[in-house]
T-cell receptor, first 111, second 114 residues
């Protein structure tokens, strides 16, 4: 059974810092890995999708990498802003569209 | 990308009653799913909503408690039946246009049972 772990559980940084969020998964037989953002009490916004054959994806200040063999993915946020404050979730997609989520990293960026 | 509209966005319900949550996708999608997010927890899959047939439920979730309909390729409903305070959660609808592709989510329904 796939298990997804996210470290750290919470992170507080001053505005402008670059930061890295970590995601690990136990079963490397994934189709893709997806990063989401969730604001308090809200739904999920898809940030980046990395297919199993890819190593990284970039969108604006966000860069996600995937090392399938070691079961790891990282989300890099450059020049963080207060508006980046949210919970970031990673999810690994295995057979028949089954998404397994980590518990998330709660990010607070202070002005 | 798919845009998913979910309603209601929030509700406060009395125990013993039922609530039906609606999920509308702006395009036809192959896969639709319902998740639950309990306070402080991550998402747990309740079931896969199958178009024209019974939903496929995950372990720990049953049709009598969480009946699901999916009459077409753009719409699904989840009913939370005979509610208790333990059902207080965020319920989220998700869609993928094909198997094993990018997943999109609605804005969620925040349910409080009193």
């Amino acid at each position: 059974k796939q298990e997804v772990t996210q470290i750290p559980a919470a992170l507080s940084v001053p505005e402008g810092e670059n930061l890295v969020l970590n995601c690990s998964f136990t079963d490397s037989a994934i189709y893709n890995l997806q990063w989401f953002r969730q604001d308090p009490g809200k739904g999920l916004t898809s940030l980046l999708l990395i297919q199993s054959s890819q190593r990284e994806q970039t969108s604006g200040r966000l860069n996600a990498s995937l090392d399938k063999s070691s079961g790891r993915s990282t989300l890099y946020i450059a020049a963080s802003q207060p508006g980046d404050s949210a919970t970031y979730l990673c999810a690994a997609l295995t057979g028949y569209s089954t998404l397994t989520f980590g518990k998330g990293t709660m990010l607070l960026v202070s002005p | 990308s798919a845009v998913i509209s979910q309603k209601p966005s929030r509700d406060i319900c009395q125990r013993g009653t039922s609530l039906t949550i609606q999920c509308q996708v702006d395009s036809q999608v192959t896969m639709m799913f319902w998740y639950r997010q309990q306070p402080g927890q991550s998402l747990t899959l309740i079931a896969t909503a199958n178009q024209g047939s019974e939903a496929t439920y995950e372990s720990g979730f049953v049709i009598d408690k969480f009946p699901i309909s999916r009459p077409n390729l753009t719409f699904s409903t989840l009913t939370v039946s005979n509610m208790s305070p333990e059902d207080s959660s965020i319920y989220l609808c998700s869609a993928q246009d094909r198997m094993n592709t990018e997943a999109f989510f609605g804005q969620g329904t925040r349910l409080t049972v009193v």
